[in-house]
């Protein structure tokens, strides 16, 4: 079975029909109407529709001026897009510690740490939609005149105490790639609380465009260069239809989690988050495997047993560029490193069957009997 699957029905099909018979395909009325439906049930004044997340982030740190000579801290754990858009402006991407292998966020006291005169925004990624330390992190980004920025792709519509993940800092950036809880195949969403900054992001996605009146007559001004990040309606439509299923999807997730957390409570196996699991993104499900156990070993038995697994994430300071580039080398972030040696992602999604679910457990229990998957004595 695979990781992941978009849940997609019949309403889904019908609005992206409607929309292409219509033949108005580009930012329009489904693109209002999905950016203001985000933006209501979010209790933002205004979210902007982008084609991925990666646009999201990218539109975030343009609109915040990030550039040469600049420096934004961002947790290794996570993926590597926002690491990958600090480089591209030219900013220097300096990676933080996650807080242990059970709390998988990024560790408030190592950022602080980290900070320089040249550091210029945080970034907290809430990783399978478990929050961060949303209040830690604004006290000290408004202490040291930061800003602070939220990767919120894995925690769509996610309450925590005081608001939705994402709204909480300077600009939240939400994905709805197709292995997204809610997804417009690819696609993202920007909120922006300030209004100018707001503005500055749609004027940005769509090459820096402002409208003007020019003598009664309406034109355009480039304040700024800009790109075009511009959804399709199609995408807009697509994630209305998802909108309207998202609790229903959420329960179905959750009840998936829980028959994993009974099927494999006493396995060799640490599960993060597992007692606050009802309250994250129901995202991911991640497992941290015991020392003894050899990971690849793991991961074949699932395969042979019909399972697909992932990694969630190797880290991004260990990818050859970023060791090259910056010189981090093997050491420098140990709870990540160990979190990225050991993690593994099984399957979890809405339509999952009771059956496929049992066939997880099964695996993972039989596995962690196995020797075959253990390391031999000796070999680290
Ligand atoms: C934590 C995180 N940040 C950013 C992204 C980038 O989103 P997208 O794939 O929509 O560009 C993803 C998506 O995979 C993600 O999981």
Redesign the pocket.
């Known amino acids: 079975m695979p990781l992941t699957e978009p849940v997609i029905h019949g309403e889904e099909v019908d609005a992206v029909a409607s929309v292409v018979r219509g033949r108005w395909l580009t930012v329009s009325e489904q693109t209002a109407a999905f950016e203001r439906e985000c933006a209501e049930i979010l209790g933002v004044p205004e979210a902007v529709l982008v084609t ?6 990218h539109l975030a740190f343009l609109a915040l001026g990030i550039g040469p000579g600049d420096e934004v801290i961002i947790p290794s754990l ?2 590597v ?2 690491a990958s858009v600090v480089d591209l402006l030219g900013a220097r991407p300096v990676f933080a510690e996650i807080t242990s292998l059970r709390y998988p966020l990024v560790d408030l006291s190592d950022v602080r740490r980290r900070i320089t005169p040249r550091t210029k925004a945080v970034v907290v ?1 809430h990783y399978g939609g478990h929050p961060a330390d949303v209040d830690g992190f604004r006290q000290l980004c408004a202490e040291a005149g930061l800003w602070l920025v939220e ?1 919120a ?2 925690a769509l519509f996610v309450e925590s105490s005081g608001g939705y993940l994402g709204t909480f800092s300077d600009i939240g ?1 939400f ?3 197709a ?2 809880n809610l997804t417009t195949g ?3 969403l920007v909120v922006a609380r300030p209004g100018a900054l707001a503005q500055k992001v749609r004027q940005l996605r769509s090459h820096g465009m402002s409208p003007v009146a020019d003598a009664g007559e309406p034109g355009y001004d480039v304040r700024y260069p800009g790109l075009n990040y511009r959804p399709t309606e199609m995408q807009a439509a697509m994630g209305r239809a998802q909108l309207a299923r998202r609790h229903e999807d959420r329960r179905r997730r959750r009840a998936v989690v829980e028959k994993y957390l009974k099927g494999m409570d006493g396995c060799r196996l640490l599960i993060p988050f597992a007692e606050g699991w009802a309250r994250g993104g129901l995202h991911l499900f991640v497992v941290v495997l015991d020392e003894q156990v050899d990971r690849g070993s793991f991961r074949r038995w699932l395969s042979a047993r019909g399972v697909q697994t992932s990694v969630h994430y190797p880290p991004s300071h260990s990818f050859s560029y970023y060791r090259s580039r910056y010189r981090y080398r093997e050491g420098d972030l140990p709870i990540t490193e160990s979190f990225g040696q050991r993690a593994v992602t099984l399957p979890l999604y809405a339509e999952i069957t009771d059956g496929q679910v049992e066939q997880v457990i099964d695996a993972v229990r039989t596995a962690l009997e196995s020797n075959q998957c253990m390391r031999e004595a000796g070999k680290s």
């Open positions: 991925s997340g990666t646009a999201a982030l996570s993926f897009a926002a990624m990767d792709a894995h950036c994905s709805f790639h292995s997204k690819e696609g993202g």
